[in-house]
């Protein structure tokens, strides 16, 4: 069981330009979650999805967009990258969300450079 | 606002015992994370506190004050692996997670 997998693991990508991490996970979670980690500061909630068909807007929507077509897939597109998106970006799981309390796992991570 | 805050850096020795300390304000509150993350890692799930009072899971406990808005993370008996960021995240009212920026622990021989 893979769990979670992320796809690239790292990317250098020039400013303007159109790119889309992968999410995919093999635990029939309900819930999943894109999150941005940046040096100093905590993890900062970018989207979220509660289920299949659902999604809602985190802390820091502004620039990325997602969709939840099926339960196992969750792919974050920027649609127009900016330097201030560089950053490592983690996709995480969980088994219920949507208001249930339940632990999250996490991926491996994309490490993105916008240049 | 909402806020999480633990040290930026601490520093053990090999074999002892450190506390790892987080403090939080937050809207509502519906339990406090523990992560451990290394270096070019995910974060891996250690512990979760609800109720007051300590909760011991191994070499790892983990301690929680609603009253205070405070929690430690206690490592016991510290080996070389041990050393990676530890992070405090709180799920809110609204059942997201805030995060704290972590704690890199370093752990010497």
């Known amino acids: 069981i893979a769990g979670i997998t992320q796809a690239p693991t790292s990317q250098i990508l020039a400013a303007g330009r159109r790119m889309t991490l992968r999410c995919t996970q093999d635990?029939?979670?309900?819930?999943m979650y894109w999150y941005r980690q940046d040096l100093g500061l905590g993890l900062r909630l970018i989207h979220y999805?509660?289920?299949?068909?659902?999604?809602g807007k985190g802390e820091v929507p502004d620039g990325y967009s997602v969709s939840r077509a099926n339960t196992d897939d969750f792919p974050l597109t920027l649609a127009s990258a900016v330097p201030s998106q560089t950053s490592v970006y983690f996709c995480a799981s969980s088994e219920q969300g949507g208001g249930n309390i339940d632990t999250q796992y996490f991926g491996p991570g994309t490490r993105l450079t916008v240049l | 606002g909402q806020n999480i805050d633990q040290p930026t850096e601490m520093t053990a020795t090999e074999g002892a015992i450190v506390q790892i300390n987080c403090t939080y304000q937050t809207s509502g509150f519906n339990g406090l994370f523990w992560y451990q993350q290394h270096a070019g890692e995910a974060p891996t799930f250690l512990s979760y506190n609800v109720l007051d009072g300590l909760e011991e899971k191994g070499r790892f406990s983990s301690f929680l004050s609603r009253s205070k808005g405070y929690s430690y993370l206690l490592l016991k008996e510290l080996q070389m692996k041990d050393s990676a960021s530890y992070l405090c995240a709180v799920m809110d009212s609204n059942y997201q997670l805030i995060w704290g920026a972590g704690t890199k622990l370093i752990i010497k021989p």
């Open positions: 635990m029939r979670h309900n819930a």
């Open positions: 999805s509660n289920t299949a068909g659902t999604t």
